[in-house]
């Protein structure tokens, strides 16, 4: 399927365990992105990545892994899940041409706990 | 850093104007856009403006003052449907392109 797509949908996971959450894209966009929402805080940036293997730190990356070993996907870990990342998680892309829009997958709600 | 301040809630009537206003505070200046975000759903683009003025598409329509640091989205005939969050995102200059949200202005409207 042509877009952005996450996975998965939902997740519960237990306190310290490892939890990896995936993201897709079939656009070849340049720049991917892992955001956070959370009530009274909206969106905020955990992590971001311009190319294949160039990533770089958000607003709020602590506790978070990334990597991106090719262009459509750009996997998000928890190393070791703690209850304030019970969040609903977005992936996005958009290309290198300022003017353009992201465009975001559908989300994963991820519990903790 | 960045500062983003959007109004929390809003509530209008339908087949109403309303008008969502978002002030910005960037280490330099290189797009704003809206977008728009339906409970449980991902955000959705709605506009984009770099330069002063007012961009209008359909019902929709957004306006920019880079100068005082300001922008609207203005949404016409409002509908049901229309009860959403909005999300206000500017994209500093320099480096990276990457843009900071606001934390969004939940729009109710009512029959």
């Known amino acids: 399927d042509a877009g952005i797509t996450q996975s998965p949908r939902y997740k519960i996971t237990e306190t310290g365990r490892q939890v990896t959450l995936m993201c897709h894209q079939t656009w070849s966009h340049s720049y991917m992105f892992w955001y956070r929402q959370d009530l009274g805080h909206g969106l905020r940036l955990i992590y971001y990545?311009?190319?294949?293997?160039?990533?770089d730190k958000g607003e709020v990356p602590d506790g978070y892994v990334v990597s991106r070993s090719k262009t459509e996907n750009f996997p998000l870990t928890l190393e070791s899940a703690t209850r304030s990342q019970t969040s609903v998680y977005f992936c996005?892309?958009?290309?290198?041409?300022?003017?353009?829009?992201?465009?975001f997958g559908q989300g994963t709600r991820l519990t903790v706990v | 850093g960045q500062n983003i301040d959007q109004p929390t809630e809003m509530t209008a009537t339908e087949g109403a104007i309303v008008q969502i206003n978002c002030t910005y505070q960037?280490?330099?200046?290189?797009?704003l856009f809206w977008y728009q975000q339906h409970a449980g759903e991902a955000p959705t683009f709605l506009s984009y403006?770099?330069?002063?003025g007012l961009e209008e598409k359909g019902r929709f329509s957004s306006f920019l003052s880079r100068s005082k640091g300001y922008s609207y989205l203005l949404l016409k005939e409002l509908q049901m449907k229309d009860s959403a969050s909005y999300l206000c995102?500017?994209?500093?200059?320099?480096?990276?392109?990457?843009?900071?949200f606001g934390r969004g202005t939940s729009l109710i409207v009512h029959p």
């Open positions: 995102a500017v994209r500093a200059s320099g480096g990276s392109y990457i843009p900071t």
């Open positions: 996005a892309s958009s290309t290198f041409d300022t003017n353009t829009e992201a465009f």
């Open positions: 990545s311009a190319a294949a293997d160039i990533t």
């Open positions: 960037t280490s330099g200046f290189n797009g």
């Open positions: 403006n770099v330069l002063d």
